[in-house]
């Protein structure tokens, strides 16, 4: 089955702890995103990637940060300078920049 | 940069009616207008997307409407059923120059039965 993996669904964190949110996509799509979903603020844009080694901040980047050393893994770390960290986060792929968005099923962060 | 206002915030309809979702756009560059929904506890999925080049966009019970020189843009549900219910999204985009999708921040919609 082609589609997005996140891992893992909840996370639980303590003040002041980094933590890393995996992606892996496998529809061999070049471009791959990260969003934040807060209640009643949408969808935001941390960073994104349109290919390998490349990626550019997004909307709300500070206190994130990103890699992607694989065309299929675009993995995030929340580190501790993120103030409000507490949050639903969405991985996307698409097969070109603008294009429609394939998500991943999320993964919950709460820190404790 | 580009900004999406979307309303109402929520919706509550009865089972059978129609419903309308309203959004507008700043960036008058933007050409890519999709729609997503996101039912409780899964992830956002297309539903309907439409090109500035177009005014209006059918499929099945869901249309898209389009007004580029008002820069706002429209989602119609018709004959509304309990499975439509779920958090709806619009977004933009400039797909000439790449730019990415900018979100609205979400209508829920209820369709009581």
């Known amino acids: 089955d082609g589609g997005i993996t996140q891992s893992p669904k909840y996370l639980f964190r303590k003040e002041g702890q980094n933590v890393t949110l995996s992606c892996e996509q496998n529809l061999n799509h070049d471009a791959m995103y990260w969003y934040r979903q807060d209640p009643g603020q949408g969808l935001r844009l941390i960073y994104y990637s349109q290919i390998v080694n490349d990626f550019q901040k997004g909307d709300i980047a500070e206190g994130y940060s990103v890699s992607r050393e694989k065309k299929e893994s675009f993995p995030l770390t929340v580190t501790s300078a993120q103030k409000n960290p507490t949050a639903f986060y969405l991985c996307?792929?698409?097969?070109?920049?603008?294009?429609?968005?394939?998500f991943g099923e999320g993964s919950r962060l709460t820190v404790l | 940069g580009e900004n999406v206002e979307q309303h109402p915030s929520t919706l509550s309809v009865q089972e059978g009616d129609s419903a309308v979702i309203k959004c507008t756009y700043s960036?008058?560059?933007?050409?890519?207008f999709p729609w997503y929904k996101q039912e409780l506890g899964k992830r956002p999925q297309l539903i309907i997307d439409i090109r500035s080049n177009v005014g209006e966009k059918k499929d099945q019970r869901i249309a898209v409407t389009l007004n580029k020189t008002a820069k706002h843009f429209s989602l119609h549900i018709t004959e509304t059923q309990p499975e439509d219910s779920a958090v709806y999204f619009c977004?933009?985009?400039?797909?000439?120059?790449?730019?990415?999708?900018?979100f609205g921040k979400g209508t829920k919609l209820s369709v009581k039965p």
């Open positions: 996307a792929s698409s097969d070109r920049r603008a294009g429609e968005l394939f």
């Open positions: 977004a933009a985009s400039n797909r000439g120059s790449q730019g990415n999708l900018i």
């Open positions: 960036d008058s560059a933007s050409n890519y």
